[in-house]
Structures are given as C-alpha cells and as structure tokens.
C-alpha cells in the first residue's frame, strides 16, 4: 500500500519560509519522479515543482522559481520543498504526487499516487 504523508505546513508571515516534507512508503521511492502540486480555494490545483528520481532534472512553475527549491533523499524516502520568500498568494493546500518518468511531469494527472495534501497560510 502506498502512503504519501506530507508535513511541515503552517501560518507564516509574508517574507517568511517554510519547508514541506513528504514521506513515502510502499513504493520504490528512488525509481518515481516527484511532484509538488498546490490548490488554494476556489481554484484548480497547480503544479509547483517536480524532481526526477536520480535528482538530475528539476523543474518549477514561473512563479516560484527562485524562492522555491525541491530536492529529495532517496535514502529517507523523503521528498522536500523549502520555501522562502512566501508571498500571501502561495497560500495553499499542498500536496506531494509520484509518477514514473520526469516528461510530462507537470500535468496533474499524469501522476500515480497522492499525499492527502498540508495546508500552507501565508499572512499579508
């Protein structure tokens, strides 16, 4: 059975950073892409950020290219996304996702499996 549980999401003030985690079992962690996605209320869910399984390709959406940084440990079958530089509009649900290959890795559902997401309120 495969779990996704992601954490470390919060209430920050503007300018501040959080860092998400997301904890995988049940699957062979170093052979999936990962995925950040967000949904904020009233809105369709996004993608924010995905890594390959060796780490060698990384991509962002626009808005969060430099203040966002994804990186993962393969060993800890952990997935990160620091966040820094939070603006009230990053105020969000997010939610960590695995998938097979690394192209086409910012369509939603493209994606095999999902955390059950971790709230993310930045303050203005």
């Known amino acids: 059975q495969v779990q996704l549980v992601e954490s470390g999401g919060g209430l920050v003030q503007a300018g501040g950073s959080l860092r998400l985690s997301c904890a995988a079992s049940?699957?062979?962690?170093?052979?999936?892409?990962m995925g950040w996605f967000r949904q904020a209320p009233g809105k369709e869910r996004e993608f924010v950020a995905a890594?390959?399984?060796?780490?060698?390709?990384?991509g962002y959406e626009d808005s969060v290219k430099g203040r966002f940084t994804i990186s993962r440990d393969n060993a800890k079958n952990t997935l990160y996304l620091q966040m820094n530089s939070l603006k009230p509009e990053d105020t969000a649900v997010y939610y960590c996702?695995?998938?097979?290959?690394?192209?086409?890795?910012?369509?939603?559902?493209?994606?095999?499996?999902w955390g059950q997401g971790t709230q993310v309120t930045v303050s203005s």
């Open positions: 890594i390959s399984w060796t780490g060698s390709r990384i």
């Open positions: 049940g699957l062979t962690f170093s052979t999936y892409t």
């Open positions: 996702a695995a998938r097979r290959t690394f192209s086409g890795a910012g369509v939603s559902s493209d994606y095999d499996y």
